[in-house]
C-alpha cells in the first residue's frame, strides 16, 4: 500500500501545529497576566479591600488554567507521531503535572469564588434578598 504522507512530513507538520498550539497557551497566559497586572494596578490604587485583589487573582488563574490545557495539548500533539517508551514516559509526567496543576488551580479559583459571592450582597428579587 503506497505511503498517503511520508512520516518525515507528517513529523513536519505535527511540529508546526505543536508550536502554534503552545504559542496560544503563551499568548493566553501572557494576555491573562498583562490584564491582570493592570486590573491589578486599578484596584491598588483605588484601595479597595482585599475583596479586589482576590477577582484579579481569580481573573489570572482563569487565564492559567486555560493556558495550560493548551500546553497539555501540545506535549499530547508532540508525541501524536511514532512516539517512543522514553517519549510516552515524558508525555505521562508532564500531563500528571500540568493536570494536578490544573487541578488545585481549579478548586482555588472555585473557592475564592465562593468567598467573593458571600460577600457580595444578594440582588432584590433572588433567594435571600429583600423581594423574597
Known amino acids: 500500500m503506497p505511503e498517503l504522507l511520508p512520516e518525515e512530513t507528517l513529523r513536519e ?3 508546526l501545529f505543536v508550536r502554534l498550539v503552545e504559542a496560544a497557551g503563551a499568548l493566553v497566559i501572557f494576555a491573562g497576566a498583562a490584564v491582570a497586572f493592570v486590573r491589578f494596578l486599578l484596584v491598588a490604587v483605588r484601595r479597595r479591600e482585599e475583596q479586589g485583589f482576590v477577582g484579579v487573582r481569580l481573573f489570572l488563574g482563569r487565564f492559567l488554567v486555560l493556558g495550560l490545557e493548551f500546553q497539555l495539548a501540545g506535549d499530547v500533539l508532540r508525541t501524536a507521531v511514532a512516539p517512543s517508551f522514553g517519549q ?6 508532564i500531563a500528571a503535572i500540568r493536570t494536578a496543576l490544573n487541578f ?3 478548586k482555588e479559583i472555585e473557592r475564592e469564588g465562593r468567598v467573593v ?3 457580595r450582597p444578594p440582588a432584590p428579587g433572588t433567594a435571600g434578598g429583600p423581594g423574597r
Open 13 to 15: 507538520v505535527v511540529s
Open 104 to 106: 488545585f488551580l481549579g
Open 117 to 119: 459571592d458571600a460577600a
Open 88 to 93: 510516552i514516559g515524558q508525555l505521562a509526567a
